[in-house]
Nanobody, 124 residues
């Protein structure tokens, strides 16, 4: 069992930056991938960024490409999401996730472990 705890959310003006952190309860060596998802009110949960454990490859949604960066620090069992040039449409609850099968991070329905979420609000 892996427990995930997000932090770093908050309110920021458009164009600002935030860094989200996700602390895992233990080394996530048995995961194929870790990811960030987000969900805005009235919308489905969407995949934002993924990092694959075996090779460090990353995936980004088109809406955040070039603005967000996903990374991990295995020594600290921590996943990060650096968010720059934030826009009002980035406002959502952001969730950390981990998957234990090869396609686990392809969609929210296949994720094995979820964090409780951290709110990001971008507003002037």
């Amino acid at each position: 069992q892996v427990q995930l705890a997000e932090s770093g959310g908050g309110s920021v003006q458009p164009g600002g930056s935030l860094r989200l952190s996700c602390a895992a309860s233990r080394y996530t060596y048995n995961t194929f991938c870790m990811a960030w998802f987000r969900q805005a009110p009235g919308k489905e949960r969407e995949r934002v960024a993924v990092i694959y454990t075996v090779n460090g490859n990353t995936y980004y949604a088109d809406s955040v490409k070039g603005r967000f960066t996903i990374s991990r620090d295995d020594a600290k069992n921590t996943l990060y999401l650096q968010m720059n040039s934030l826009k009002p449409e980035d406002t959502a609850m952001y969730y950390c996730a981990a998957g234990t099968s090869p396609n686990a991070c392809a969609s929210s329905s296949q994720i094995t472990y979820w964090g409780q979420g951290t709110q990001v609000t971008v507003s002037s």
